[in-house]
């Protein structure tokens, strides 16, 4: 049994910030990535910005330099710092992680219930 609960997310002015946060528990091994995907209606999901247990970083081209990931092992959440925010990123934003579950042994992504990000002014 794993969970994954994001929060943060609302409606912001263009050029505004908001942070998201996500947490993980439930029963489960070491997390290996983690990171945040984005869908906005009628699109697919796409990956925003991933993070390995180490700290390495990937972003979309589309968010770099705006966005900053980040994740505390210690406590199993994800962070995204979303600066200088853009109509063009309102989307529902989901969380994932990289793990094994003590349950069921097999190794593969779990997923938040998403939050949405509206930017409008």
């Known amino acids: 049994q794993v969970q994954l609960v994001e929060s943060g997310g609302g409606l912001v002015q263009p050029g505004g910030s908001l942070r998201l946060s996500c947490a993980a528990s439930g029963t489960f091994f070491s997390i290996y990535d983690m990171g945040w995907y984005r869908q906005a209606p009628g699109k697919q999901r796409e990956s925003v910005a991933v993070?390995?247990?180490?700290?390495?970083?990937n972003y979309a081209d589309s968010v770099k330099g705006r966005f900053t990931i980040s994740r505390d092992n210690a406590k199993n959440t994800v962070d995204v710092q979303m600066n200088s925010l853009k109509a063009e990123d309102t989307a529902v934003y989901f969380c994932?992680?990289?793990?094994?579950?003590?349950?069921?042994?097999?190794?593969?992504?779990?997923w938040g219930q998403g939050t949405q990000v509206t930017v409008s002014s």
């Open positions: 993070i390995s247990t180490n700290g390495n970083t």
């Open positions: 994932y992680a990289d793990l094994v579950s003590s349950l069921t042994y097999l190794r593969r992504n779990y």
